[in-house]
């Protein structure tokens, strides 16, 4: 049976090294878990204040759609060591209002891409700490660490390196197995 999955890439540009390992990894999923990209670059800053009647309508669209998925996929870069804050503030968006969070109880895995050769790291654990708080089982093994991206990558964004390929190939098939074990 196929399982729905979002994918949130933690970066907005639209040459994102990030964005592309998520379309290989979306692709190479399929058809067990079909991924579907979930925009975060237009989500107005969390306030409070706009949590109203009629909240700004790209919170409700991004609600909506991370909401009919039964698990979550997040690809991210690292800005200074941490996660790009667009990616926080969709988890800040996604956890409100209270009681409603779209993310409780999600299966969740990380991989986080750089071009350098640390792959992330910071980010990739700072990550993880929300999630927590948030309840999302988040898978711990594999761990995906996507280091001198890119080399990894041709001018289309597409995986130059079979070894990636199949890492990655593998990886996927252990967050499906984990969403089969610890989905609500
Ligand atoms: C504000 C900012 C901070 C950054 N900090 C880090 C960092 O801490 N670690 C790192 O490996 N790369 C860092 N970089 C470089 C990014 O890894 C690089 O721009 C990468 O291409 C971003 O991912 P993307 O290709 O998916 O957009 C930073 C880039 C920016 C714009």
């Known amino acids: 049976m196929t399982v729905r999955v979002a994918l949130i890439v933690g970066s907005l540009r639209k040459g994102s090294y990030s964005r592309a390992i998520g379309l290989e990894l979306k692709a190479m999923a399929a058809p067990a878990l079909e991924l579907e990209l979930v925009e975060i670059g237009d989500l107005p800053l969390y306030d409070p204040d706009l949590e109203t009647d009629a909240p700004p309508p790209a919170w409700t669209r991004f609600r909506e759609e991370v909401a009919t998925t039964e698990a979550v996929l997040f690809v991210t870069p690292e800005y200074n060591r941490s996660i790009p804050g667009a ?22 895995a990380i991989v986080s891409v750089s071009p350098g050769a640390l792959a992330a790291f910071g980010a990739n654990h700072h990550l993880r700490q929300p999630l927590v708080f948030l309840g999302m089982p988040t898978m711990q093994q594999p761990e995906a660490y996507i280091g001198n991206v890119a080399d990894l990558l041709d001018d289309d964004g597409k995986l130059t390196k079979d070894d990636t390929r199949k890492f990655l190939k593998d990886f996927m098939d252990a967050f499906a197995a984990w969403i089969d074990k610890t989905k609500a």
């Open 87 to 108: 990616l926080k503030n969709a988890l800040d968006v996604g956890s409100r209002p209270y009681g409603h969070s779209i993310w409780a109880k999600k299966p969740a």
